[in-house]
């Protein structure tokens, strides 16, 4: 019996998405059985990317607009530097990732990922870490953005770059094994003075 059994993860990513950032955390929440679905802005597939160079194309399994957040435990949000782009320039990818958060469900973010959570509005007081061009805007977002390898704040994950996705693989699938959290719900509706 896994960790995770009985727990649905959604994994938000648009074209762009760093590939490993995708694909390691989604196999770790998997290994110990958890059901994932990939949700996107469109339908068909998505394209990933190693660094700059393209990678492998992935199948969305629902778009953003058809995907109810009550229906996951949890959510991860993959880097890569267009992905994050697209999905906080989208109302309906940005809404989504609030509404986990609202409901105190744990959310993980690595590398750019923290980006779409920025433009959610859900860092002021949350200590979180990123990849470092990234720090100015979670700053100026009244977050406490700090450089270490994984960093957990009420069900919030974050993790730099690949280099840390072990460290951040580990840390999801016990956030989403802990499941809601109080404190993040908390944290948005302005029942949270948080750190920092």
């Known amino acids: 019996m896994g960790k995770l059994d009985g727990k649905k993860i959604a994994f938000l990513a648009a074209d762009g998405v760093e590939q490993v950032e ?13 059901e994932t679905q ?22 969305v399994d629902r778009t953003v607009k058809e995907a109810d957040p009550s229906d996951y435990d949890g959510l991860v949000l993959p880097g890569g530097v267009a992905n994050p782009d697209f999905l906080r320039a989208d109302d309906d990818a940005v809404a989504f990732v609030r509404s986990f958060v609202e409901a105190g469900k744990p959310v993980g973010a690595i590398c750019h990922g923290p980006w779409t959570l920025v433009e959610a509005g859900v860092v002021d007081g949350m200590k979180l870490t990123s990849w470092p061009s990234l720090k100015t805007d979670i700053r100026n977002a009244g977050g406490n953005w700090v450089d270490e390898e994984v960093v957990v704040d009420r069900g919030l994950t974050t993790s730099r770059n690949p280099d840390d996705i072990p460290a951040f693989s580990a840390k999801i ?24």
């Not at 995708?22 to 958890?34: F, I, Y």
């Not at 996107?40 to 194309?57: A, K, M, P």
């Not at 699938?173 to 920092?196: N, T, Y």
């Open 38 to 59: 990939l949700i996107s802005l469109e339908s068909g597939q998505i394209q990933g990317f190693e660094h700059l160079d393209h990678g492998e194309r992935f199948d």
């Open 173 to 196: 699938v016990e956030e989403f094994c802990e499941g809601r959290h109080e404190e993040l719900a908390a944290s948005v509706s302005g029942g949270g003075e948080g750190e920092g």
């Open 22 to 34: 995708l694909t390691e955390p989604r196999k770790a929440v998997e290994d110990e059985g958890a």
